[in-house]
């Protein structure tokens, strides 16, 4: 089966490894409501959330 190949593809296919681990912070003036209950809205670059969340 053909498949398509460019320059540059496996750098791309790996860059979510390259990424540094970071913790999320909780703002305190953006959280309303029960701080238990383990819900959680991440704003910001989706790659890094998604990182932070694999632990």
Request: net charge negative; proline share 7%.
């Amino acid at each position: 089966m053909p498949t398509l190949d460019r320059r540059g593809k496996q750098v791309v296919v790996k860059h979510h490894k390259d990424v540094p681990y970071r913790l999320l912070e909780p703002v305190a003036e953006l959280s309303h409501g029960d701080h238990d209950n383990g819900n959680l809205i991440a704003q910001g670059d989706n790659l890094h959330a998604l990182e932070a969340l694999l632990p």
